[in-house]
């Protein structure tokens, strides 16, 4: 069974090779920024670069494994997951940061890459390559990783008095507006995680019905 009913094998591991390798790229040069400027483990604060370094990481296992059993492992839910997971890097970053964060030089390449370039390729990838059933529970289990870093950055907060990011600050927002921001946030996680799983129902059907015809 090939990945993908559009393209070749060969193809989609040259597409994952191409991105994962750009995105390896711009994770290196923004770690190397950040320690020029004195900060070598700051970079692991933000939820931004944890979400890469999951896509990036499964681009590599999925190289690895690909034509394997091994590959159905992280395939499915995992993936959604993570799909999920950079999704909302992509779209707090656009929406809510870039008017006050506007990089130049090599670390706006960096920037790029990050924010946009590696979370929507691998949304192409999944639209080109996912076959695994959805299950419409997922979006409420893909919940424990944003809330782990939630209560990561609560207790980052409560320790050093840094918060990376104006709608994750407690102390700033208040109980009131801090629980509006959150709530809003898991909502989104929800959401886009059901618009996936709508996209792979479609998805899974179609594969279905190419697979059946002789």
């Known amino acids: 069974m090939t990945l993908s009913p559009w393209t070749s094998d060969r193809t989609i591991r040259i597409f994952r090779i191409f991105f994962v390798s750009l995105g390896w790229l711009g994770i290196v040069i923004q770690h190397i920024v950040n320690i020029l400027d004195g900060d070598i483990f700051g970079l692991y604060r933000y939820y931004s670069i944890q979400s890469n370094y999951f896509v990036l990481i499964w681009w590599v296992l999925a190289l690895l494994w690909q034509g394997t059993a ?4 992280i395939d499915g839910k995992v993936r959604s997951a993570l799909l999920t997971y950079i999704t909302i890097t992509f779209v707090v970053y656009h929406f809510l940061l870039s008017a006050t964060h506007n990089p130049t030089g090599i670390e706006g390449y960096a920037n790029i890459v990050i924010h946009y ?4 390729a691998f949304v192409l990838d999944f639209i080109l390559t996912e076959r695994h059933r959805f299950q419409w529970t997922w979006p409420f289990i893909f919940l424990i990783y944003p809330l ?3 209560a990561f950055v609560l207790v980052l907060g409560a320790f050093t008095g840094f918060y990376p990011y104006y709608f994750l600050n407690l102390p700033e927002l208040g109980v009131a ?3 509006i921001w959150v709530g809003i946030l898991l909502l989104a996680f929800v959401i886009f995680g059901s618009i996936y799983g709508g996209i792979n129902y479609l998805l899974t059907r179609h594969y279905s019905s190419e697979e059946k015809e002789p």
């Open 177 to 179: 507006e801090f629980s």
């Open 70 to 73: 091994r590959y159905d492992q």
């Open 117 to 120: 370039i590696t979370p929507n």
């Open 148 to 150: 782990a870093y939630l």
